[in-house]
């Protein structure tokens, strides 16, 4: 048999020479690849040491919806908070964190959306309190609650960057 290709025909001994030429090919390939391979995350500064380029990682998560745990101090109303857990990330050290506060509604309009508190390699706490004064709402009298919080679904998405090696 007569194997043709392209750019023409080749004998009965050179199909093989053809597949161990093409299986060299594959796997120089794929010796390189893991050598080559490399974080496309550069931290430029953060919050400890700044690790290897490789071990730069970005986890990202959310509270969820209908699971998100708000607490709130019965002695201060009009404050509550969410301790996140980011463990399952497996960072070295603290991580830099952003967060956003997702819902359907009365979020929009809180103090503290972005503000973590007591970062840590495993978690964090977002404290929330009652309404900013604007020109929009200059009364801000909404002082929320933990049945706020469920009634509309408050949830915590975050983003975290740091190393993991």
């Not at 700044?50 to 986890?59: E, K, Q, S």
């Not at 809180?110 to 964090?124: C, E, I, N």
Request: with cysteine; glycine share 8%.
């Amino acid at each position: 048999a007569v194997v043709s290709t392209q750019s023409g025909h080749y004998g009965r001994g050179s199909f093989c020479g053809i597949l161990q030429t093409d299986m060299y090919f594959l796997l120089t390939l794929l010796l390189l690849i893991p050598s080559a391979q490399q974080s496309s995350l550069k931290i430029v500064n953060s919050n400890g040491d700044l690790g290897p380029a490789p071990c730069a990682v970005t986890c990202v998560g959310t509270t969820g919806r209908s699971n998100s745990n708000w607490q709130e101090n019965p002695v201060s109303p009009g404050r509550v908070w969410i301790t996140v857990d980011i463990s399952a990330c497996a960072f070295l050290s603290t991580p830099i964190i952003t967060t956003t506060v997702e819902g359907d509604g009365h979020h929009d309009y809180l103090v503290g959306t972005a503000s973590v508190h007591l970062a840590h390699k495993d978690r964090f706490v977002l404290v929330l309190i009652g309404q900013a004064l604007t020109a929009w709402h200059p009364d801000a009298v909404f002082k929320p609650t933990v049945s706020d919080a469920k009634t509309y679904r408050w949830n915590v998405n975050w983003s975290a960057f740091g190393y993991e090696c």
